[in-house]
Each structure stands twice: as C-alpha cells, then as structure tokens.
C-alpha cells in the first residue's frame, strides 16, 4: 500500500505526543495515524534561519521530519499572514484582519520551502496530504517542483463565504493555488458551498453540480470529511482518569457542588468573553443556583505573541475578577479560571465530573473539546452539552443545547435548562450523540481523505 505523508505547519515531537497538548490538529490526527506514516512540517523550533535539511525522529513506527522556522519567518509567516490574516478572515471576522503584502510575500516563500526541503524525501507513489490554512500554497509549490503524485489538502478551519473570502488581497492567486490539490477537504457541507461558491465568483468556474473542479486542465474533487475522535479510547481514558487522585481531590473541592467545564485554546474565536458574560447573566437570573454550581474554565495559552491574544487574556482576567468579586461568597468561588495547559488524562476525567460542558465558539471549524465531552460521559448518567451553532460539531450534534453564542440570555437560559433536565432525557440524548460520535470517528475521517486521495482522478 501506498505510504502515507502527512504535511502540517507544526509536527508534535516525541516528548509532546506523550505529554499535555492544545490543539485540534495534532489531537485528530495523533488519533488515527497508521505506522510506516511520515509526517513532515515545523518542529516548533526557531532558529537564524530557516533550515532546509529535515531532522529525523522515530515514535511509535511514525517517522517524523522536521525543519526549523528563522525567527523572521517566524513573524511574517506564522505570527503575520497565517494567524494576523488567514486566521481571523476564514473565521469570518474581517474586523479583525489585517494584511501586509511583505509578510504574504514570506507565506509564499516559506510554503515554497516546505516543498523543496519536502522533495527529496518522497516516492512516487506516496500519497501527499497537506493540512490547514498555514500550507495553502504547498501542492502548487510542489507541482512547480515537478512532483506528480496524488496530493490533497485538509482545511481544519472554516471556509469563509465569498463575500468575505475575496477581501483577502491574494484572493484569486491562494485559491487557484488550492486547485494544484487533486482532493479539497472540509468538515461540513457550509465549508463546501462556501468554497464552491467562492471559485465561482472569483475563477468563474461552477462545480456546484458534481463538486469536481476542472482549472488549467487538472481536476480537483472537493469532499466533506469531518474529523473524529477515538471514541473508545477516549472513553476509556476518562473511565481511568476519574479515578485518579487528582480528579477525585478537584471532585472533593466542589464539596457537592455541580460542575460545569469549558476547554478551549485561549483564542478569540472560542467566544469566551461572551461565555463568561452569560454565566454572570445565569447567576443574576437564576439565583437559585448560587452556591450550587462551580464554572471551570481552563484556557491553554495559545499564539502569545499575536497582540490580539494578549488583549483577550487582559479581557478575561478582568472579567473573572468583577464575576467572582461580585458573586463569591468566603465558602464559595463561581468561576475558577485557568490559563494553563492541563494533561490530557486530567481533563478527561474532569469532563467525566462536569454535568454541563460549555462549548460556544463564534465560529469553529470543528470543535473537538463538545466530542470530547460527549465520550467521557457515564452513560448512566451523562452531562448536558451546550453547543454553539457556528461549529462545525453542530452540523452532526443536534441533541446538544445549541446556542447563538453572542446570546447571552439564551446562553444563560441553556445552562438553566442543561441543569434542570430529567436523567431520561440526559440518558436520550447522549445515547444519540455517542451514536453518531462512533460513526464520524477519527479513524473513519482519516480513511475516507486517504480513500478519496487514492480513487482520485489523476
Ligand atoms: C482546529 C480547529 C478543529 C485544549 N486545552 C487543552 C487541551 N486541549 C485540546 C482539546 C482538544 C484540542 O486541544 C482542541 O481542539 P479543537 O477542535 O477544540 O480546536 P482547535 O485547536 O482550534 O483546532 C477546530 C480542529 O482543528 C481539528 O480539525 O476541530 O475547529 O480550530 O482535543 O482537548 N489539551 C490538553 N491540555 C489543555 O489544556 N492536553
């Protein structure tokens, strides 16, 4: 069978595979790699320069190359068009979104170092498979390079609608880029219509009828494959972690009380201003439920660098302090806050504890923490989720609560309902969810990408 080449910005190394790690990518993918795989990218290092000659490691029959960013690349390409640009714009908050022609200039070159320093290591019958919105321009560079195998790309985040999409300056450049890929995959159908609709606009061409896409006389097939869990494994890892030490002293800590969690990477797109204006809606509203419930949020630190994360973190600190300085009381603290990254098997078993998971993004492309949530919970007697619309985890999740998460009155009012709701309706919903969760799981996203790739017309 063909080898498989995993191509993402950020590689995870040996000692991160094993210990505590934030992030989707990393998470979905660690999931359901085959061994032989070779995974390419980023070692999270930064040097003078960017290196060209890729380092080895071995982990668990994965073979890992890596290649150091230099410190200006780093700027402009990560910190700049990546996360100051493509970041914010496909998330649909072009407020936010600011553009630099020399930094998308630094995008383009390190997208064409990746493919260089790629080249010598690959077979010609290796299956190439490119992910995220750092790489847009990787398969065009590749195909530059005179590669010809089958390459497809994965955008783990949303895709916006064209109306926003072609704010972007290199508008039509990135997007007849993309088209170098033989397979396109999103999570969700929106992600699909939106790209579709946007190579309407932009490239005049419609694929809206069979979703093959036909540019400078090569075929890319767009597909919709939502990335999954380990639901078994998770499960099983949340089933160990309750019973840990640490688990049952937070458990003791809550003298009773009920728990309700939100996970998130401390990112302005997790909507977590706004959650935490609707928990203090909930107390003021529901003042029966003082004393009787315990809010932890914990938000691992993320792109620090970026002024933007700096400032939501000023933001949240503040209102942690007014929430809890205008509701705590000597023997209880509402809202616990944490901007620390917490190990994997703790927050299993933490999600296992929590009645109410709080997931309310303004916009994700998936949101894996609400599958996460779902899998960890005791069947007996599981916990509510409470579920942003604008995720892509919605869009197969529809016995969660869902919410418009810019409501603060529904958001608050969802929390009331999550705490009020009878065991057999719990019971009902989860039972669906987890049913749903075993179909799409991490296992079944990577087989269908690979599948698509290898059956793609070439
Ligand atoms: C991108 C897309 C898409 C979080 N805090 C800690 C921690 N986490 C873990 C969670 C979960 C993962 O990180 C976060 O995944 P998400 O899917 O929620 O979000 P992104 O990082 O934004 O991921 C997203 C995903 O890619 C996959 O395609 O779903 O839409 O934005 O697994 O549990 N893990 C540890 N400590 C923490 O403190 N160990």
């Not at 649909?92 to 022609?101: E, G, H, K």
Request: charged content about 20%; overall charge neutral.
């Amino acid at each position: 069978m063909a080898r498989l080449v995993i191509v993402s910005n950020r590689v995870p190394d040996a000692s991160e595979a094993t210990g505590p790690r934030a992030g989707g990518l990393a998470v979905g993918l660690a999931d359901a790699l085959t061994p032989g795989t070779l995974w390419f990218g980023w070692s999270g290092r930064r040097g003078r320069q960017t290196t060209t000659e890729p380092a080895y490691a071995e982990f668990r029959r994965l073979t890992y190359a890596t290649i150091d960013l230099g410190e200006a690349d780093y700027r402009a390409f990560y910190l700049g068009f990546s996360n100051g640009t493509l970041w914010p714009l496909f998330h649909m908050m072009p407020n936010l979104t600011s553009f630099d022609r020399a930094e998308y200039a630094v995008y383009r070159e390190v997208n064409h170092i990746f493919a260089t320093a790629l080249l010598p290591l690959l077979r010609p019958d290796d299956l190439i498979w490119i992910h995220d919105y750092q790489l847009l321009g990787v398969a065009a560079a590749l195909r530059a390079l005179g590669v010809h195998n089958r390459i497809g790309f994965f955008l783990h985040i949303p895709f916006p609608a064209p109306a926003i999409y072609e704010v972007l300056p290199p508008a039509r450049e990135l997007l007849s880029g993309m088209l170098a890929n033989d397979v396109i995959g999103f999570h969700t159908e929106r992600d699909r219509w939106h790209f579709l609709n946007t190579v309407n606009v932009i490239l005049g061409i419609d694929a809206t009828a069979d979703n093959v896409i036909t540019h400078a006389g090569h075929s890319t097939q767009v597909i919709v494959t939502p990335i999954g869990i380990d639901v078994d494994g998770f499960t099983a890892q949340a089933v160990r972690a309750a019973r840990r030490v640490a688990t049952k002293r937070m458990v003791e800590s809550l003298s009773g009380r009920t728990l309700m969690i939100g996970i998130d990477r401390l990112d302005y797109t997790k909507g977590l201003p706004a959650r935490f204006d609707a928990y203090q809606r909930f107390l003021a509203n529901y003042p029966e439920h003082r004393h009787h419930i315990s809010f932890l949020q914990i938000a691992a630190p993320s792109r620090e660098e970026v002024d933007r994360y700096r400032a939501l973190r000023k933001d949240l600190d503040n209102k942690t302090g007014a929430i809890n300085g205008a509701y705590s009381d000597f023997d209880w603290v509402p809202l616990r806050y944490m901007t620390r990254t917490v190990s994997r098997s703790l927050i299993a078993g933490f999600y296992r504890t929590a009645r109410i998971g709080l997931v309310t993004p303004l916009r994700d492309g998936m949101n894996l923490v609400a599958k996460e949530y779902v899998a960890a919970q005791n069947p007996a007697d599981p916990g509510v989720l409470v579920l942003s619309r604008f995720t892509g985890a919605a869009a197969g999740m529809a016995e969660a609560l869902q919410v418009n998460p810019l409501d603060i009155d529904a958001v608050a009012e969802a929390i009331g309902a999550a705490l009020a709701m009878p065991l057999e309706e719990r019971q009902m919903r989860h039972a669906a969810l987890l049913e749903r969760l075993r179909h799409e799981s991490a296992k079944a996203y990577c087989d269908a990408f690979t599948a698509s790739l290898r059956g793609a017309n070439h």
